[in-house]
Nanobody
Framework: QVQLVESGGGLVQAGGSLRLSCAAS????????MGWFRQAPGKAREFVAS????????YYADSVKGRFTISRDNAKSTVSLQMSSLKPDDTAVYYC?????????????????WGQGTQVTVSS
């Protein structure tokens, strides 16, 4: 069993930056692909970024490409999402998720473990 806990959310002005972190417990994440997803009120959960087990393959949604960076530290069982040039449209609850395999994926249905989410609010 894997427990995922996100942190780092908050309120930031447009153009600002935030760094989200996801810590895993209960089992090492070193063999799992990880992803970040987000869900705004009234909208479906959407893919943000993902990273394979070794960290050498990453995928990004077009809406965040060039602004967000996903990274991982397998020794610490953590995954981070560095968010820059934030826009009001980035406002959502951000979720960390883990697959049971090492290949990164972009569909929420590909992920087995989920955190509780952390709120990110970007003011204009």
């Amino acid at each position: 069993q894997v427990q995922l806990v996100e942190s780092g959310g908050g309120l930031v002005q447009a153009g600002g930056s935030l760094r989200l972190s996801c810590a895993a417990s209960g089992r090492t994440l070193s063999n799992h692909a990880m992803g970040w997803f987000r869900q705004a009120p009234g909208k479906a959960r959407e893919f943000v970024a993902s990273i394979n087990w070794s960290g050498d393959t990453t995928y990004y949604a077009d809406s965040v490409k060039g602004r967000f960076t996903i990274s991982r530290d397998n020794a610490k069982s953590t995954v981070s999402l560095q968010m820059s040039s934030l826009k009001p449209d980035d406002t959502a609850v951000y979720y960390c998720a883990a697959r049971i395999v090492g290949l990164a994926a972009t569909s929420p249905s590909s992920y087995f473990y989920w955190g509780q989410g952390t709120q990110v609010t970007v003011s204009s």
